[in-house]
C-alpha cells in the first residue's frame, strides 16, 4: 500500500474535519457559559445532569480570570456528554432575542385574543389544555377584559389577563420535564 491508497473499510462519508470537531466544543463551551449566566429559578428548568448542575453552581464562586477560563473549558468537556438541543431549546425560552420566545409570546397573545373574543368553548378548550389554571379568576379576568373591549375603555384587564396566561405557561413549563 503507497501512501496515496486508503483502506478498502475507508468511507469519505463519515469523515469529519478537525476544524469541525473544535468549531463543536466551541459552540457547546459556549452554551455552557450561558448556563452560567441564568438565574437559578431558570436553571431548574433547564434539563442536565447533577455534575454539569454542580459545575455550573462552582462557577459562581471562581473569580479569577484565568480559573475561570478553565472552568469554562471543563463545562464544555461537560457539555459533550448532555443532550445540548435540549438545554439550547430551553436557554432560548429565557432570551428574549431568540424565536422560541418570540413565538411562546405570541401563542399566549393569541391565547388572550380567542379569550376575549371568544365564548365558553374557546375557554372551555384552554382550560381543558391547561389543568393548572384558576377557572373562577380566569373567568373574571376574561370578563373584565371583554368589558373593556365594550365599553372601549383600557383598565388594564387585558394585560393581567395576558400576565395570568403567562403565569399559568410557566407553572406548565414547570412541571413538564
Do not use: C
Not at 462552582?58 to 463545562?75: D, F, K, L, P
Request: proline letters at 3%.
Amino acid at each position: 500500500m503507497t501512501d496515496f491508497d486508503l483502506p478498502e473499510e475507508f468511507d469519505e462519508e463519515n469523515i469529519v474535519s478537525k476544524t469541525s470537531i473544535k468549531r463543536d466544543m466551541h459552540k457547546l463551551q459556549a452554551l455552557g457559559k450561558r448556563l452560567t449566566e441564568l438565574k437559578p429559578n431558570q436553571l431548574e428548568k433547564v434539563p442536565m445532569s447533577e455534575t454539569l448542575r454542580k459545575a455550573i453552581d462552582e462557577s459562581q464562586r471562581i473569580t479569577q480570570r484565568e480559573a475561570t477560563r478553565r472552568h469554562m473549558q471543563y463545562i464544555g468537556k461537560l457539555m459533550r456528554a448532555e443532550d445540548a438541543e435540549a438545554i439550547q431549546n430551553a436557554v432560548d425560552l429565557f432570551d428574549a432575542s431568540s424565536k422560541a420566545f418570540a413565538q411562546a409570546l405570541h401563542s399566549l397573545e393569541r391565547w388572550r385574543d380567542r379569550l376575549i373574543e371568544g365564548g365558553n368553548e374557546t375557554l372551555s378548550e384552554y382550560i381543558h389544555d391547561n389543568p393548572n389554571a384558576d377557572i373562577q379568576h380566569l373567568r373574571q379576568l376574561v370578563r373584565n377584559a371583554k368589558k373593556d373591549l365594550k365599553n372601549e375603555k383600557n383598565t388594564g384587564a387585558s394585560k393581567k389577563l395576558f400576565r395570568y396566561l403567562r403565569t399559568i405557561d410557566d407553572m406548565d413549563n414547570e412541571t413538564t420535564p
